[in-house]
């Protein structure tokens, strides 16, 4: 039996409490908030929000190579009117910071994605919609209002469905297309098997019931919102992860790109480009952006941390296409860094998820703010009076450097 089965044999009030909000007051960092998380959600949805492929060594690393830089700042410069702005695959942003796409985050938040995008538009931010959404591609754009939405496509087998997809988005609205392109196939993810966790709904088992129980906030507000779905998917149920699995063919090439690019006319991202030739074969077929991403750690373990090969990268493809970078981003000095080493922009995913989970809309806007406070501050303290002052004098490595950093 599975959750949304057992919503329709038992009604429950809903508590009118916000969820979550009162405690935000005492997070001042996103690890704050982590913590929040970890304590709101249970082992399922915790192990699916913070895990990584196999030994989850790309994961670590990814926060390591943050720890092997350092920042040399410089001083007697004005810095009283910090410039965040700039301009990324022609959407102007305040700050050089996009939601990245996720996909059921209504597993971390009943409000998920409406909760995120009504966050975005709060502070102005795009934000980037999964095709795992578990909410229609037009609500999402109906509770942005107007913010930039840009929508992140899966390829697999089936090309109509992605083109069906893709013509959706577009009469939606979103601006850009981010073709993620790290997902030939599912990585084995160790803690979702351990916890039986099933995509989009979780199934009911002694051990899921038990572990709801332990954690009411969520359990209640899970048991009285409407099942999880992958509606713009039309896919739903305990078999979904099956299914899920089986989309993900490795059928997915180059030649792809053409295609895509006379469905779409808008910009393109590659999502998850990690080595300078490929950079180079984006920006030869044309492709508007490349996003330095490891997928957090998620897919393949073993891979560089993307802080390593974010210069060759950004020196491999120059001007010829937009260079955007995720990956282990928990505070504004990660992002400073990344700039500096030639990012446009970044994207975060897990830090505003851990302000979702926490608590909802109110706790993304949170990590926001967190996030935008620290960029400032930290750009203030390097001497920096826009983003254009952030280059590479500006970071140096520890010894010894991790390959592909400065020296
Ligand atoms: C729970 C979760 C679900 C994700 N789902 C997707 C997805 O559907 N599509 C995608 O391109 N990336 C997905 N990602 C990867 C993020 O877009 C992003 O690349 C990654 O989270 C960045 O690393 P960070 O979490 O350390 O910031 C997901 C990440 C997390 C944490």
Known sequence: MNLSEIRELVHVGRPDAPYGVRALARCYSVGDLRRLARRRLPAGALGYLEGGGEDEWTLRRNREAFSEVELVPRVLRDVSQPDTGTTVLGTP????????????????????????????RHAGLTYGVSTLATQPLEAIADAAQGTPLWFQLYLWGDRSAARK??????????????????????????RELRHGLTLPTPELTLGTVLDAARHPAWAWHFLTSPALGFPNLAMNGP????????????????????????????PIALKGVLSEEDARRAAD????????????????????PTLAVLPGIADA??????????????????????LALGARAVLIGRAHLYGLAAAGEAGVRHAIDILAGEVRATMALCGAASLADLDRSLVRATRPPAPGLPE
């Open 285 to 304: 077929q044309g492709v508007d952006a490349v996003i330095v991403s490891n997928h957090g750690g998620r897919q393949l373990d073993h891979t560089p």
């Open 165 to 190: 997809l893709v013509a959706q988005a577009r009469a939606a609205g979103y601006r850009a297309l981010l073709l993620t392109v790290d997902s030939a196939v599912r990585s084995k993810r160790e």
């Open 239 to 266: 078999t979904s992860r099956q299914r899920l699995t089986q989309m993900f063919d490795g059928t997915v090439g180059w030649a792809d790109l053409d295609w895509i690019r006379q469905e779409w006319d808008g």
């Open 93 to 120: 942003m305040p700050l050089p910071l996009i939601l990245s796409p996720v996909g059921s985050p209504g597993m971390f938040h009943h409000d998920g994605e409406l909760a995120v995008a009504r966050a975005a």
């Open 317 to 338: 493809v120059g001007d010829r296409v937009e260079v955007l970078f995720d990956s282990g981003i928990r505070r504004g000095s990660d992002i400073v860094t990344a």
